[in-house]
């Protein structure tokens, strides 16, 4: 019997030993080449993942900080009583295209304060002003039809063409090129919730080159003309006084023309 059990306890250790010879514990390869190579792909692997995380939250406090951007405008065209905001952001002649459009934005000081609007989409009704479009009311919705002055002075909208559309549940914004006489709007904004509806049509003052009142909050950046020093935007702001001391200048105004600032500076009598 005890022989019997000697045998047992053999065949289990010889069962065993093999056992713990291929078990968990893997024997480190010989080849060097071999472990750099694993080496070298883990931390590549820990690097790309790292990278990536960090691309990731980049993207995401971007986004963030756009939608805030994007909301404090929104609570202040609110909080002025309006639905709908309005922004000159400026001259960008009638030979641009849309990728100089989007670069005149981003060269703005509209990038640094509203930096969302560096990648709203583009209205083009043709012209050469640049404006900027921001519903807070999201339950309006918004069509853009072309429009023309008729002969008693009135605006006459093509309803049956529609430029674009926004029905609240998209982007709340977009840039809006157009106007191209100084003398009128070609642009219609209807904007309609429920029963109440009313329509913008943008354009600059002749007298003070700032947007004509109309139902809507004007968040433009003006230049600060009371500034120290002669910068350019004080001279423009003498051009434009002396131009609007002259007769024939004013008599133009009077027919609904305007004075604007097209970035091209001509030296008369001695003044710039």
Known sequence: MLKYNKYIMTL???????????GCVAKPSEDSN??????????????????????TEATTEASVQKD??????????????????????GYVGYEADE????????????ADKYDFLCGAPLVNVGGAELYAVVIADTKYSVSVYRAEITDNGEYSVNTDNTLYNYNGNGIDYFLLRCNESEIHSNVSLSFKKGNDSFSVF?????????????KY???SIYSDYGGSGESEDKNVAIAREILLESQEVQYYISMGMSVQYTGQ????????
Do not use: C, H, W
């Not at 071999?34 to 691309?55: P, R």
């Not at 929104?74 to 309005?86: A, P, Y």
């Open 68 to 89: 805030t951007d994007l909301s404090k405008l929104q609570n202040t065209i609110l909080d002025n009583k309006e639905s709908v905001g309005i922004a000159y952001i």
């Open 12 to 22: 289990l250790m010889v069962l065993i030993m093999p056992a713990l010879v291929s």
């Open 217 to 219: 909050y004007d968040f």
């Open 265 to 272: 500076i001509d030296e008369i009598e001695g003044r710039s």
């Open 34 to 55: 071999l472990t750099e190579d694993k080496t070298t792909a883990t931390t590549t692997e820990a690097t790309t993942e790292a990278a990536t995380e960090a691309t």
């Open 202 to 214: 943008p354009m600059l003052s002749g007298m003070d080159g700032q947007l004509v009142d109309g």
């Open 99 to 110: 990728e100089e459009i989007l670069n005149f934005v981003k060269d703005s000081q509209y």
